[in-house]
């Protein structure tokens, strides 16, 4: 059964850092390029980053764009998203995908 469990996710304030991780299951990860999404209250969910089979090549929207670091280890199934100097419009609830496939998000607040 395929599946995405993300965590990481927490309360920061405005400048701050997080690290989500995305652990993957039932499919041959290394195959696949993985994307972050993230949908803000009220919002449409919009994409934030995604990252080729191998790590390297990498994409990212412009909001995000060197602010954000997305990376990935084969060997532990697990693609991970580096959030530095996050500001209040980065609160939204963070999902991991792969094509079809969702994760049940986590939650990403920044406030002071």
């Known amino acids: 059964q395929v599946q995405l469990v993300e965590s990481g996710g927490a309360l920061v304030q405005p400048g701050g850092s997080l690290r989500l991780s995305c652990a993957a299951f039932g499919f041959t990860f290394s195959n696949y390029y993985m994307n972050w999404f993230r949908q803000a209250p009220g919002k449409e969910r919009e994409f934030v980053a995604t990252i080729s089979w191998n790590g390297r090549s990498t994409n990212y929207a412009d909001s995000v764009k060197g602010r954000f670091t997305i990376s990935r280890d084969n060997a532990k199934n697990t693609v991970y998203l580096q959030m530095n100097g996050l500001k209040p419009e980065d609160t939204a609830v963070y999902y991991c995908?792969?094509?079809?496939?969702w994760g049940q998000g986590t939650q990403v607040t920044v406030s002071s």
């Open positions: 995908n792969r094509g079809g496939t």
